[in-house]
Every structure is written in C-alpha cells, then in structure tokens.
C-alpha cells in the first residue's frame, strides 16, 4: 500500500507514532524472551485482553493490550500501517492531540471487543457450572484473549479517510489508485463482514478493527463539526 500524493513530506516520522513504534517493538522483544506469544503465559495472563468474567481480567489491559502482538508479522504489519497513516495524521494535529486520539480508540476498541465476548459466551455466562466446568470455562477464556494495536490503528486510519478522503492510494494487488474515502470504508467493511460471519479459524479481532474504526470517525466527525482548536 503506498500514497500516489504528497511525495516525500508525508514519509517523515512523526515523534509520537515514532514512539510508539519503538515502545510496541520493545514490548514484543519482551514477549518473546518471556514467552509472551503464547496464548497460555504469565505475561498473556498479565497484560493481554480478557473477557471480562475471566480470573485473567485486569481494568489495565484495556490500555496493556495495545501494546502486545501475536508475532512478528503482526507486529510488523501494525507499525507499518501506524507509520502510513499515524504520521501524516499527527502532523496535522501535533503529537498531544494524536497520542489522546489514538489512546482514546483504543479503548474503543477494547469496549467493543468486549461487548463481542459477552454476546460470544453469553449462554454460557447465563448457566449453571459445576466447579469442573467453571475451570474448564476459565481455562477457555484465557485463551481466548486479546492483543495488539490494531484497534487504535483503525481509528487512525479512519482519521486519514475522513481528513484526506481524495488522496489517492495504490493497494496491492489492485492496479488502479483508489481514494482514502473508498479504501478505509472497504477495509471497515471487510471486517464487519468477516467480524459477522464468525469463520473458526479466523484469530483476527474484527470488532475492534469495528470499534476503533467507529471511535475515530465519530472524534474526527464532533471535532470536525465543534471547530475546536483546543481539542486536548
């Protein structure tokens, strides 16, 4: 993916999206000595995602999961879409004002995905367990947690669309630029059709793709409409 517009100038690193590539990247190193890529670890336990009826559960991992990653192409993916896109977005803000923006999706992200894992073990959270079931339950929500950046990233990235929606983009593999506006509204609709559709072999969190992606089209859109200059 790569802009056909603005040239050079846009492919600065900001500080703040500078930043936070360096800490996600130290946060990985991390994992990886400590066995933090594993779905079942300590540090999975500690700062991953849970469901919020999980013994794992922590109120500080609606901002802790941000900053963890299941592998290397994960992470790679992420930073490079947060340097893509956070770069230009923070120039135009400044870094306090995007730092606060991108935090604030993030815990947009993890609000929707957790109204996704209630909805997703809600006949179980409505039963009756016996002490085996219940570990057994407990042992399932455990591994079923959360990490990464991606859903603070998607309201950056909705940000982009909304500020620079006729900046054109070259998308692999289609063979023709494609305007943000048109391209960010593909990408949110691809996963509210994959977040619906529920394929068992999908680890991909699309809510919170859906509810980052919301957050930020819904701050961008009040900000927007407010003309305020003193956002933060």
Known sequence: MSFNQYGNRFQQTTPAVLNLIIINTIVFVAQFLFGGLQAESKVTDLFALHHYKSDSFHLYQLITHLFMHGSFFHLLFNMFALWMFGSIVERVWGPKRFLLFYFICGLGAAAVQMI?????????????????ELMKYQQILRMNATVGASGAIMGVVAAFGYLFPNTEMMII????????????????????????????????????????????????????????????
């Open 173 to 232: 593999p289609i063979p023709i630029p494609i305007k943000a506006k048109w391209a960010v509204t593909g990408i949110i609709l691809i996963d509210v059709f994959s977040g619906i559709a529920g394929n068992p072999g999908d680890n991909v969190a699309h809510f919170a793709h859906i509810g980052g992606a919301l957050t930020g089209f819904l701050i961008v859109l009040y900000w927007n409409k407010k003309n305020k200059s003193t956002f933060y």
């Open 116 to 132: 996704s894992y209630a909805y997703d073990f809600h006949a179980i959270d409505k039963a009756t367990l016996s002490f085996d």
